[in-house]
């Protein structure tokens, strides 16, 4: 179960910090993202993290959005700056299994690249972010 924290009400150029806390024994290798979603519009890939520190940035995203994790206590953030209205949206925090990239070519099978474009298995139930003007 993934489960986010952290969003709320912000006023323009403002700053969030979300969390997705990982209930449950958590996988040795993974990939997880955050993602968000307007109503009506598609859900956009923000960033990307692997369980060995690789990240990955949407290129839009990469100037004011920092992924990173605290593997000990199974949490992901997404520390947010210089918030904009636009950015006001409900983000989801989603993770997936990984095969050990050691085993990836010894096994001759192919893994989907860890970045904001992957597709996931697990989400989270999304908390909510509001910028106002």
């Known amino acids: 179960e993934l489960v986010e924290s952290g969003g709320g009400s912000v006023e323009s150029g403002g700053s969030l910090r979300l969390s997705c806390k990982v209930n449950?024994?958590?996988?040795?290798?993974?990939?997880m993202g955050w993602f968000r979603q307007v109503p009506g519009k598609e859900r956009e890939g923000i960033a990307t993290?692997?369980?060995?520190?690789?990240?990955r940035y949407a290129e839009s995203m990469r100037d004011r959005f920092s992924i990173s994790q605290n593997t000990a206590k199974r949490i992901m953030f997404l520390q947010m700056n210089d918030l904009k209205p636009e950015d006001s949206a409900t983000y989801y925090c989603?993770?997936?299994?990984?095969?050990?990239?050691?085993?990836?070519?010894?096994?001759?099978?192919?893994?989907?690249?860890?970045?904001?474009?992957?597709?996931?298995?697990?989400w989270g139930q999304g908390t909510q972010v509001s910028v106002s003007a």
């Open positions: 989603a993770a997936d299994r990984q095969l050990p990239k050691v085993l990836v070519p010894l096994l001759g099978t192919e893994q989907p690249v860890c970045d904001p474009t992957r597709s996931f298995t697990f």
């Open positions: 449950r024994e958590s996988d040795p290798t993974y990939c």
């Open positions: 993290i692997e369980s060995d520190g690789t990240a």
